[in-house]
C-alpha cells in the first residue's frame, strides 16, 4: 500500500490492539495455592499499571499498557469464575484434583505430578493442569492401577506407587 493512504496517527497507534487471551471452556478448578496466585498475578499487574500510567503518552509505554490492561482482564475474570477446590476434602481412596501422584514408567524411572487448575498448571515444577492427557490419565485411579499416558511423542504406560493430598 501506498504511503499516501496511511494516516500518520495510524502508524503510531499499530500495534497497540492486543488480542485478548483465550478463556477456556473448561470449569476454572483452583487449589487454594492457585487462588492466592491468582489475586497476587492480580496485584502484580495493577501495580505495574500505576507505574506506567503517568507515561502513557509514550508509544512503546502504551502498547506495554495494552497488553496489561489486556491480562488483568483476563486473571480478573479467572478470579471471578474460580472455583475452589480443597484437597484435603477428597476422599483418598482415589486420585482427584490436588492430588500429588508419583508414578513409574516402563523403564522404572519415577516422577511425581500434581494435579492442579489450569492457571496454575506448570510443568517446569511438575504441575499438570486437570484437562491435560496425564491428569485425565491419572484421575479416579488408586495406587497398583496402570494407565496409559496418551502423548504427541507416544503413549506410555505409567504405574502408580502412590498419592496423597
Known amino acids: 500500500m501506498s504511503r499516501g493512504f496511511i494516516k500518520e496517527d495510524d502508524l503510531e497507534l499499530a500495534g497497540t490492539d492486543v488480542p485478548e487471551r483465550p478463556i477456556s471452556p ?3 478448578y483452583v487449589t487454594p495455592n492457585g487462588l492466592i496466585q491468582l489475586r497476587e498475578k492480580i496485584e502484580q499487574l495493577q501495580s ?3 507505574k506506567l500510567k503517568p507515561l502513557k503518552d509514550d508509544t512503546q509505554v502504551s502498547q506495554r499498557l495494552g497488553t496489561i ?3 488483568l482482564r483476563y486473571f480478573e475474570s479467572r478470579l471471578e469464575t474460580s472455583i475452589l477446590v480443597e484437597p484435603l476434602e477428597h476422599n483418598h481412596d482415589v486420585i ?6 508419583e508414578v513409574e514408567d516402563e523403564d522404572g524411572q519415577e516422577s511425581i ?3 492442579v487448575g489450569e492457571d496454575e498448571a506448570d510443568l517446569s515444577v511438575n504441575k499438570v493442569s486437570y484437562v491435560s492427557p496425564i ?3 491419572l484421575i479416579g485411579r488408586k495406587i497398583g492401577d496402570s494407565v496409559i499416558w496418551q502423548r504427541p511423542a507416544g503413549n506410555i504406560e505409567l ?5 496423597h493430598y
Open 26 to 28: 473448561y470449569p476454572n
Open 48 to 50: 505495574q499499571r500505576e
Open 69 to 71: 490492561d489486556r491480562d
Open 96 to 101: 482427584l484434583f490436588g492430588a500429588y501422584v
Open 113 to 115: 505430578f500434581m494435579i
Open 135 to 137: 491428569a485425565k490419565a
Open 159 to 163: 504405574h502408580i506407587k502412590k498419592f
